[in-house]
């Protein structure tokens, strides 16, 4: 089966978490920072905080913007679960925002009507699907008008740029949430982070991830009793990367660039051999750079074509069943006809093979197989 996404380890990455094993520390030692000061410079946020997966990520963002009971959250149906569970966490209420039919991306449009009619959420989680920006320039700002904090779920979208400056820069949002799951651009097995440009913020995150627990005077609401001394402030958990898993994503951060451009060249190749097909292709937005985490046609007939897909040993898969239709969120009374964009979109979506290990001998049997289901 050639799979969807895969990983890409080499040498160094086996090497420098040999290197961590055999050193004094497997958790809390030097690795996370280095990583942490990685990502800083690939997003150019003030702060970047590592934490064990994006889903923990979304989850100490949202705990470190005082998300609780009688708050709301809205995101995109569109999307992974973690996107729309961390308001859950929370015990806020969780509510979407349809997406546009060009970009599948969140509809600002549609965000301006639902805020016409409803009272606006506490927190808006835009999702960088498939690598490509949301319009966050306008959300951003629309955003702020109604005073909403702004999560950019950006588990796609390392190595991405928008409007000339990296995704995760925080221009136009509070913070921003990366996966490091192996589909994703760059992996640390499982593994996440928030980047952010907000000091207060990033100390609200660091307690979150770790117990709520600090060592740090400033923090502490009483005098500190020795150098024993912590204390908890907060009900924080414990998220922590550990230091295997940082030293393999600062090395994975070195070919940044490198996975980034073979996605493109994939990218643009599949375009050139699906052209005269009757397939969707991706839109890619010119005013910037995806991280190409996925490529999603849209086919009629996806249930025949995905089984054809699947049987002619080609890994396949759908991003995404709408949150709203899962039976978790149908029992809040969400039902179908309720964001018929991102449910037609998902009706006929199927995401082709798309990591940089994929050979062109492999992308030209992809698209092979799938010109026999759909014809042309
Ligand atoms: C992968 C993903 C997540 C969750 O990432 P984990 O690191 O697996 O927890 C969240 N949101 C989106 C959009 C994702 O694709």
């Known amino acids: 089966m050639i799979p969807y996404g895969r990983q890409i380890i080499d ?15 497997l958790t809390q030692g030097p690795a996370v920072p280095r990583f942490e000061a990685a990502l800083r410079e690939a997003t150019g946020a003030a702060h970047a905080l590592a934490v064990n997966s994006a889903t923990s990520a979304l989850h100490v963002a949202c705990m470190a913007l005082d998300l609780g009971p009688g708050d709301a959250l809205w995101t995109v149906p569109n999307t992974f679960v973690a996107s729309a569970n961390c308001g859950l966490y929370c015990g806020a209420s969780v509510d979407f925002v349809d997406i546009d039919p060009a970009t599948y991306l969140m509809d600002a449009d549609a965000l301006e009507a639902k805020l016409a009619t409803t009272a606006p959420p506490k927190v808006l989680v835009p999702v960088h699907f498939a690598g490509q920006t949301c319009d966050m320039e306008r959300i951003g700002a629309v955003a702020r008008a109604h005073g909403i904090r702004v999560i950019e779920d950006a588990s796609h979208s ?4 928008y409007r000339g400056a990296p995704v995760g820069d925080c221009r136009f949002s509070d913070a921003a949430v990366f996966s490091f799951h192996p589909v994703k651009i760059v992996t640390t097995a499982e593994g996440g982070a928030v980047t952010t440009q907000d000091e207060m913020l990033a100390r609200r995150v660091d307690l979150h991830r770790s117990h709520g627990v600090t060592r740090d005077p400033a923090l502490m609401q009483g005098e500190s009793e020795g150098g024993w001394y912590y204390e908890q402030v907060a009900l924080g958990y414990n998220y922590r990367m550990t230091e295997m898993q940082a030293a393999l994503g600062a090395s994975q951060m070195r070919r940044l660039g490198e996975f980034v451009d073979a996605r493109h060249r994939i990218r643009a190749r599949y375009d050139a051999l699906l052209e005269g097909l009757p397939v969707v292709r991706p839109h890619q937005d010119p005013a910037g750079r995806s991280a190409l985490h ?6 009629e007939d996806r249930a025949r074509v995905f089984a054809h897909l699947r049987e002619g040993g080609i890994g396949v898969n759908v991003h995404y069943i709408p949150v709203h239709l899962q039976p978790h969120y149908r029992a809040m009374g969400f039902a179908r006809g309720n964001f018929p964009v991102a449910e037609a979109y998902y009706d006929r979506a199927i995401s082709l093979p798309l990591h940089p290990g994929l050979t062109e001998a492999e992308q030209d049997r992809v ?6 289901a759909v014809g042309g």
């Open 11 to 25: 040498q160094a990455d086996v090497d420098a978490v040999v290197e961590v094993l055999r050193s004094d520390f």
């Open 294 to 299: 996925l490529y999603p046609v849209q086919v």
């Open 158 to 161: 390392i190595g991405a740029s």
């Open 367 to 372: 698209v092979e197989v799938l010109r026999e």
